[in-house]
């Protein structure tokens, strides 16, 4: 007999499709497995669990089980694939907490830290971290642009503090496109950060908890020919390069997988998480921490699994086999 899982997808948020194609890809690793994945679409209206004939039926979120058809589903575990609310920022960790059902991701605290990216960052800035001066601003706040630009200076980033690092993100270049930037943000959330540009390489490295250890997995390279590693970037094909594993020295690889263990543990992280890092060829500075990575076949973290010698599969079965033993 077969565990039922539950990979939950969708959301309210902007990735909702692209949480949705994540969900498809792990579905398909765990079709062999010792588990039964069921697709659970969270949407603004509705909880459904989708069947493998394609029909929909309703989740019963007093106890998180379905009925489908004539069985009664009582989900096991929770595999969060949800980009954005409401599985980024704690609220579906803090559910399955009060009804105690495990789930994959990081714990509701640290989802929640993680998700405002300016709190994020002024305390792993305490940790040792180098970050990104900044500011942030709130919904009905005034702004006075010249002097946004003479604090960060010029490029600067302006996007939402609390979401996907896909959508409502604008490089400024000159002043005066700042004030349309920061509109632009708000359209994705109540929040909006405005960080100064750090240039240099772009890199992204995941790390795991399983089998009793912290493992850091290979590290990428991102190189696109967009301003930046936007949405277009992402998931367009033809518009980034993705190296893996990056071009680098044993010794810088050896450092950024380090800093990606340490953030780990200091911010008390579970599951799956990627840290994506710009280096100027001294130092490897943070951009920002993804507890809930697109797991899409293309994907970095499934492409850094395949380079450290694993099977995405293998690896999504210790995730349950540690969460249900």
Known sequence: MKIDIAIIAGGYSSEREVSLRSAAFVMKCLESTAYQPWLVDI?????KVTSHKGESYSVDKNNFTSMVGAQKIAF???YIIVH????EDGKLQG??????IPYSSCNAATSALTF???YCNQ????????VAKS???LKGDMWDSNEMVESLGLPIF????AGGSSFGVTKVKELEQLDRAIKLAFDEGEEVLCESFMGGREFTCGALHFHGKLTAFPVTEVITENEFFNYEAKYVVGKADEITPADLSSEETLEIQSLTKKLYRSLDCSGIIRADFIYDGKIFRLLEVNTVPGMTETSFIPQQIRAAGYTETSILVAILDELLN
């Open 43 to 47: 949407s603004d209206n509705e909880w």
């Open 76 to 78: 096991k575990a929770a």
């Open 84 to 87: 954005g609310t409401p599985g």
């Open 95 to 100: 559910y399955f907490d009060m009804i105690g």
């Open 116 to 118: 405002n990216k300016y």
């Open 123 to 130: 305390f792993l800035r305490s940790e040792g971290f180098t």
């Open 135 to 137: 500011h942030r601003l």
């Open 158 to 161: 302006v996007k939402p503090n």
